[in-house]
């Protein structure tokens, strides 16, 4: 899976299954089992990220990610307490798909583990994610290699989504040129392939084909059918969140929320924007 590419990304569904391997002789030929991409994409990531998607090639068995993936540190040592390890695996519906959470205790300051152990980045320093060969698909074929995700640390980002420097690109009437946004900041891979659409003006959404690039800092729409005069708007659901978990309303750390600004968050938010004839 490349950035650029549609995917069949269904948000994570919790299963709660002992872990079991499978074998199954013969194996396909062409099926090799590997990571194809792990997301962010960016090779610079913020203090406070909140979580990695981890995609594969084949659907996977569940129950041994916190055995094979762990977070080297510039030691050259698994960093520890960095990954929340849940007692269910979160795996989209085609086990294709793996979120592994950083550990939100260490993200949020003044919670326990935070004041205990600090952050579970430190900004300046890099880091390898390791997915191990161990993982083992349906068919009981274990990953071809080690995958390994390198990036350094930046300054964390404690900041709600800032729609309004979104800029847009429109495309031309009477063609399937694609209208491209481009953010500040790289917003979170899952949730942009469903919480963005354009829609003319008091219509139903259009269909049509999304990608993404830039590392996430790009997000593009293809129409199904060529673009017509009028206006249109894009609407951006309440829960988008970026890569630490801030959202369209508050940062991560927001506080405890009163009645209207839990109201506030439920709403939708849209951009307008005119094609000509």
């Known amino acids: 899976m490349s950035p650029g590419k549609k995917t069949d990304f269904v948000s994570a569904q919790v299963i709660n299954e002992p872990k079991q391997t499978i074998r199954s002789d013969p194996r396909q030929p062409g099926s090799v089992c590997q990571v194809q991409?792990?997301?962010?994409?960016?090779?610079?990531?913020?203090?406070?990220?909140l979580r990695f998607y981890?995609?594969?090639?084949?659907?996977?068995?569940?129950?041994?990610?916190?055995?094979?993936?762990?977070?080297?540190?510039?030691?050259?040592?698994?960093?520890?307490?960095?990954?929340?390890?849940?007692?269910?695996?979160?795996?989209?519906?085609?086990?294709?798909?793996?979120?592994?959470?950083?550990?939100?205790?260490?993200?949020?300051?003044?919670?326990?583990?935070?004041?205990?152990?600090?952050?579970?980045?430190?900004?300046?320093?890099?880091y390898t994610l390791v997915v191990g060969s161990g993982m083992v698909d349906l068919s009981g074929q274990?990953?071809?290699?080690?995958?390994?995700?390198?990036?350094?640390?930046?300054?964390?980002?404690?900041?709600?989504?800032?729609i309004e420097q979104w800029r847009i690109s429109p495309p031309a009437t009477n063609s399937r040129q694609p209208l491209a946004l481009t953010f500040p900041k790289p917003l979170?891979?899952?949730l942009l392939w469903r919480?963005?659409?354009?829609?003319?003006?008091?219509?139903?959404?259009?269909?049509?084909?999304?990608?993404m690039d830039q590392d996430?800092?790009?997000?593009?729409?293809?129409?199904?059918s060529p673009w017509a005069a009028g206006s249109y708007r894009v609407?951006?659901?309440p829960d988008l969140e970026d890569v630490c978990g801030n959202s369209l309303q508050a940062e991560f750390e927001r506080p405890f929320r009163t009645a209207c600004a839990v109201g506030a968050a439920k709403t939708c938010r849209s951009i307008p924007f005119y094609l000509g004839s």
């Open 54 to 126: 981890v995609c594969f090639s084949n659907s996977m068995q569940r129950g041994w990610a916190a055995e094979y993936i762990t977070l080297v540190g510039p030691d050259g040592k698994p960093a520890p307490d960095v990954l929340y390890h849940s007692p269910v695996e979160l795996w989209d519906r085609s086990m294709r798909c793996l979120t592994i959470l950083l550990d939100p205790g260490r993200l949020k300051r003044g919670v326990g583990p935070n004041r205990e152990l600090g952050p579970p980045l430190k900004p300046g320093h890099e």
């Open 188 to 190: 979170d891979w899952a």
């Open 216 to 224: 996430e800092r790009r997000w593009s729409f293809t129409p199904a």
């Open 142 to 162: 274990p990953l071809r290699e080690n995958y390994y995700k390198r990036f350094r640390v930046t300054e964390a980002v404690r900041e709600p989504i800032p």
């Open 195 to 211: 919480a963005i659409t354009i829609a003319p003006e008091g219509g139903q959404p259009i269909e049509g084909r999304i990608a």
């Open 235 to 237: 609407r951006v659901a």
């Open 37 to 49: 991409h792990v997301f962010p994409s960016s090779s610079s990531l913020p203090e406070n990220l």
